[in-house]
């Protein structure tokens, strides 16, 4: 009998805890200004659209840098890459605090931080890869996935409640510590990999190959999936975005918008851990696909019209259940469908197109009507999930799932 020659460390819970700190942070830094849109432009002196541009950038930065960052991941280790990436968010994070007087430079230090994001977000599979075993990635994935979620119901709580006693410039200079922070605990206790293999032979993931993509783009279904993705998370990204200005002209307060967006994570969060369970034990993914884009119609419905913040909380929180729950289940969809692609080569490409709903984003302001109310965005919204549904009532059931 062949000797045993792969071993699972204790210490990858350690490095996986570091990898989730700067993931946690570094969405904080994205959303910490749009539950203060209101209070931010007239800090500023400057219109919502250009706050809200704060956290576009980070999407803007993504789509050139995801295919160059994901070839260093792949060439040089996620060690030296996402070090790259910890050290640009936690020097331009505590630049961004400093010199928070003026938007000019809020936005040049923002654009910083924004390059740093690819480089700790193309990241999730290859550290999971580097040191666990084939039954645990899974669930490392999830755990990245969950501290990107919570950073961001962080940074949507905890900004208007800082701003009520802190002015904005203390607040981004708290932040920015925060991600200094985490990047050194990242330099100093993260490794590339074990001493031995954290998996047998053959069961590593492999790198992004240019066979692998060009397979991947032949597959209609992925084609279908990859236009899901764009159209929610383009939904989720754009309310994220404006969550203070939509809900601002029905006389609620930045407070009350933290704590809506919030709930809509802390839903997803709940969504994203609850339901793609069902899809694994039933090996089935189109059918979950489509309850959770069907059952997010009438909280998105609700987000457009309710004026009672109890029923706009309900309505947030079952938007977030529904839609998020499809993300995770959508990636191992995108795996299978794709197979022998990589699995990081699929999901690779549904961040980018993810990323690429920034034009959705910019669409929802601009679609503002003249009294300021976002109606005619969330509207198209529903109409956007309709066609979701109709395009994964087209895909094709993968043969690993069934």
């Known amino acids: 009998m062949p000797e045993k020659t792969f071993k699972l460390y204790p210490y990858r819970w350690v490095v996986l805890a570091v990898f989730m700190f700067i993931n946690l942070t570094i969405q904080i830094l994205w959303i910490s200004y749009s539950p203060i849109t209101k209070d931010a432009a007239a800090f500023y002196g400057v219109t919502d659209l250009k706050i809200g541009l ?15 960052v994901s070839w260093a991941i792949d060439t040089y280790g996620f060690r030296l890459t996402v070090s790259i990436g910890a050290v640009l968010m936690g020097i331009f994070g505590i630049v961004r605090g400093l010199n928070s007087a003026t938007y000019t430079t809020v936005l040049i230090s923002t654009i910083g931080i924004a390059v740093a994001q690819p480089f700790l977000l193309n990241a999730w599979t290859k550290v999971p890869a580097q040191w666990f075993g084939i039954e645990e990635r899974a669930t490392a994935v999830g755990l990245v996935t969950l501290s990107n979620l919570v950073g961001t119901a962080l940074g949507m709580v905890l900004t208007p409640i800082f701003t009520q006693s802190m002015s904005i410039p203390s607040v981004q ?55 899901v993705s ?37 839903g997803g969060v709940l969504g994203a851990v609850i339901i793609p ?51 995770p289940i959508g990636m191992q969809y995108a795996a299978e469908i794709t197979q022998p692609t990589p699995e990081g080569t699929s ?49 094709k059931e993968p043969k690993l799932a069934s």
């Open 277 to 327: 369970p069902f899809s694994d034990k039933s090996h089935k993914r189109k059918i979950f696909l489509l309850l959770g884009f069907v059952l997010a119609i009438p909280g998105l419905i609700g987000l457009t019209y309710a004026t009672s913040i109890w029923l706009l909380y309900v309505s947030a929180f079952a938007l977030g259940f529904f839609i998020v729950s499809a993300s």
């Open 173 to 227: 200079l708290l932040y920015g510590g925060i991600a200094a922070f985490s990047a050194v605990l990242f330099l100093i206790f993260a490794r590339e990999k074990p001493a031995t293999p954290p998996c047998e032979a053959g069961q590593e993931v492999r790198a992004l190959m240019l066979d692998g993509l060009k397979h991947a783009l032949k597959v209609k279904s992925f084609w279908f999936y990859l236009f």
């Open 54 to 68: 704060l956290a576009m950038t980070f999407m803007i930065a993504f789509i050139p840098l995801s295919i160059p």
């Open 230 to 266: 764009f159209i929610g998370m383009g939904i989720f990204n754009g309310i994220t975005t404006w969550v203070e200005p939509i809900i601002r002209p029905r006389g609620f307060s930045t407070g009350e918008a933290g704590t809506l967006g919030a709930l809509m994570l802390v």
């Open 347 to 395: 999901n690779g490409l549904i961040q980018l197109f993810g990323q690429a709903s920034v034009v959705f984003v910019y669409l929802m302001e601009a679609l503002k009507t003249p009294d300021d109310a976002f109606t005619p965005a969330l509207l198209l919204s529903v109409g956007l999930i309709g066609v979701s549904v109709l395009l994964i009532t087209q895909l």
